[in-house]
């Protein structure tokens, strides 16, 4: 039974990079400027044979009022709460400052168990403030190097015990157990069913975490007025109506032009990662704004990069012409994203709850189509009746370009081999009459679909 760890301290002193090391992963955003991470993140972590989960948190601050980062510090208060144990960590090369001294104890305070982490011990520069750190009173502190991974085996003997623990609660846990309901169900293959990765983007300030917060019914996202409060993707599993879910929430996407800050690059990058690695994206639109250009943008990169997508146009309860706004979005799909007919569109409003109850079931669907496949037999049948109702094209030099054999080769997105001759020469159109063609006779509609052109081979061509 793993345990679960949280990342504390002040802005700055290597949390994310701890975390980063601890995953085995680049997952969360480094960068010089205090306060990049505000979210706290969540990871599987592995120090040789002790696993465990771990929880990235912002940087404490010293503030109790409705601000921003007096709402961060709730965040990681939350992920104190949730913790076995929390690895304190302080900036070595600094020293102890009046901030470590007073979180520190505050930590006290809330009685979790806790290990402190000299942070950045590499070389001589670290080496007085790794003394300095004894004043805390912390137990003796470990000597670390987040960015050259030092340290490891001393923080590996210190959350030993944490670890045997956690395994002596999770099997008395079994022992009182009537059966095995407790562990998590497995497939038919003894595995772990696999979650469906459910990515949410947008703008900046259309609603995505506040979207999420209502999904999971808790503040496990920081919302607020502010623009670009997220900055990294967030990942959170979840189970809901017996399927794994992950949610990933993501920065807000602007466009290139408007983008100057590195910070905001490395939120961009991370954005487009996840939706690299999602199975169904939400794309979050604002009621009174929707399928801007930076909408249309993000749509078609997530069409490009195979994934399924939904539209939810969000804060449905405050807009102003929905009449105009349904007939607004549908002409811009139609001209605009061609190439996917039957896009999902869910109106909703995340701050009170209202139409989310339909996005789950409308992910699940959209899914199942993405993840569909064809009999050859079917498919073949299909394709004959196709060339009957219109033939392919004449080709160069007059003669009929013929489509012999068609194969699904996979699925996610549902993609198809047709064999033919002068593969090259079949112009756009045919294509196009060939993928609505699939949409319409196999149900295939709001999912990308690739079309490859093979040219069939001459069984006669070796021979003399």
């Known amino acids: 039974m793993p345990f679960t760890i949280a990342i504390i301290g002040r802005p700055n002193v290597g949390k994310s990079t701890l975390f980063n090391r601890l995953v085995g992963r680049k997952l969360a955003i480094v960068d010089d400027t205090p306060g990049v991470t505000r979210d706290r993140r969540e990871g599987e972590g592995k120090l040789a044979d002790l696993k465990f989960r771990i929880i990235d948190t912002a940087g404490l601050e010293d503030v109790t009022d409705d601000s921003l980062e007096a709402r961060m510090r709730g965040q990681t208060e939350r992920a104190l709460d949730e913790a076995d144990v929390a690895l304190m960590v302080i900036d070595a090369r600094a020293g102890v400052t009046p901030m470590d001294q007073h979180f520190v104890s505050w930590l006290r305070a809330r009685g979790t168990p806790s290990i402190l982490v000299a942070n950045k011990c590499e070389g001589r520069g670290g080496e007085a403030g790794m003394l300095e750190a004894y004043s805390l009173g912390l137990d003796e502190p470990v000597a670390f190097s987040a960015e050259h991974g030092l340290g490891l085996s001393e923080l590996y003997d210190r959350l030993v015990p944490f670890a045997e623990a956690a395994a002596a609660e999770g099997a008395a846990a079994i022992d009182d157990a009537d059966d095995l309901s407790a562990l998590e169900e497995l497939d038919d293959d003894g595995e772990e069913p696999k979650a469906l990765q459910l990515a949410i983007v947008g703008r900046p300030n259309v609603g995505k975490s506040t979207m999420i917060n209502r999904l999971l019914g808790e503040d496990r996202m920081l919302t607020g007025p502010e623009a670009g409060i997220t900055r990294d993707s967030i990942s959170i599993s979840w189970r809901h109506g017996g399927r794994d879910y992950r949610l990933i929430d993501t920065a807000g996407l602007r466009r290139k032009a408007r983008i100057t800050d590195k910070l905001e690059t490395l939120s961009t990058r991370d954005t487009l990662r996840a939706v690299r690695f999602a199975h169904v994206v939400v794309l979050v639109l604002d009621a009174d704004a929707v399928l801007e250009k930076q ?41 605009s994203l061609p190439q996917v007919r039957g896009i999902p569109v869910l109106t ?14 409308m992910v699940t669907e959209t899914y199942d189509i993405w993840n569909a496949r064809i009999g050859t037999g079917d498919l073949n049948r299909w394709l004959t009746a196709m060339q009957e109702a219109h033939p392919a094209p004449m080709g160069k030099g007059g003669k009929r370009i013929r489509l012999r054999y068609a194969t699904q080769a996979k699925a996610r997105p549902p993609t198809f081999i047709v064999f033919c001759t002068r593969a090259g020469e079949l112009p756009d159109s045919y294509t196009r009459f060939l993928v609505n ?28």
């Open 437 to 464: 063609g699939l949409r319409d006779n196999f149900g295939l509609d709001g999912v990308p679909i690739r079309l490859i052109y093979r040219k069939g081979e001459n069984p006669y061509a070796d021979r003399k």
């Open 295 to 335: 909408d249309l943008t993000i749509a078609r990169q997530v069409i490009e990069e195979g994934r399924a997508l939904i539209i939810a146009v969000n804060k449905w309860d405050a807009a102003k012409d929905r009449g105009q706004t349904i007939q607004r979005l549908s002409d811009r799909l139609q001209t």
């Open 348 to 361: 909703c409003s995340a701050l009170t709850g209202q139409g989310l109850d339909k996005l789950l079931p």
